[in-house]
């Protein structure tokens, strides 16, 4: 199993852009999650989903969408990227309220 | 509120050594899990030891063991015999919709 996988690992993005960070896990897992990671900080949830058509805003989803149309996906969208969304974003999966995290993705938006 | 906190943001132990990292939380719900994850310099969030909020028993892994007292919202860490291999950041974190503390930073002396 490749558990889960975050593409892509980094990226910057131009102030005002989009972009779809992906996700994908392997395990048959109805949770996903999505965090954000700033400097010094502890992880705080963007949205996550209780399986496949349903999601549900989390701590901070402010300027970010996501979609849940088949179990192993769980795509987050930037619309209008600003400064404040510089971050690492981490994907999860979850069974029994243990949680999977996938390897991260590093976004810097200037 | 549903926070955690974490009030030492850096700790330092030497090799062989026992350590306890400290974690306080809030919660309404009587059913929740607790969670210790390590986050090496690499980025990934490694699952080190689980609380079931119901049991009463402290949860032990290996060197890992937690003190939890559900009155006092209180949720430490016991790292015994301490390893180089130890050294990162650590999160305490409660479930079911997951909230992160702000991190202890561990450093392993030689």
């Known amino acids: 199993n490749a558990g889960v996988t975050q593409t892509p690992k980094f990226r910057i993005l131009k102030i005002g852009q989009s972009m779809t960070l992906q996700c994908t896990q392997d395990m048959n897992h109805n949770y996903m999650y999505w965090y954000r990671q700033d400097p010094g900080m502890g992880l705080k949830l963007i949205y996550y989903s209780v399986g496949a058509g349903i999601t549900d805003k989390g701590e901070v989803p402010n300027g970010y969408n996501v979609s849940r149309s088949t179990t192993e996906d769980f795509p987050l969208r930037l619309e209008l990227a600003a400064p404040s969304q510089t971050s690492v974003y981490f994907c999860?999966?979850?069974?029994?309220?243990?949680?999977?995290f996938g390897p991260g993705t590093r976004l810097t938006v200037t | 509120a549903q926070t955690v906190t974490q009030s030492q943001p850096e700790m330092s132990v030497q090799e062989a050594e026992t350590v306890t990292l400290s974690c306080t939380y809030d919660t309404s719900e009587s059913d929740y899990y607790l969670f210790w994850y390590k986050q090496p310099p690499s980025r990934q969030m490694i699952l080190v030891i689980r609380?079931?909020?119901?049991?009463?028993q402290n949860a032990t892994e290996n060197r890992f063991s937690v003190n939890f007292q559900k009155a006092a919202k209180s949720f430490s860490l016991k790292i015994s015999d301490s390893q180089l291999g130890d050294a990162a950041m650590y999160f305490c974190?409660?479930?079911?919709?997951?909230?992160f503390g702000t991190g202890t930073s561990l450093t392993v002396i030689p």
């Open positions: 974190a409660r479930g079911a919709q997951f909230y």
């Open positions: 609380q079931e909020a119901y049991k009463q």
């Open positions: 999860a999966s979850s069974v029994n309220n243990e949680q999977y």
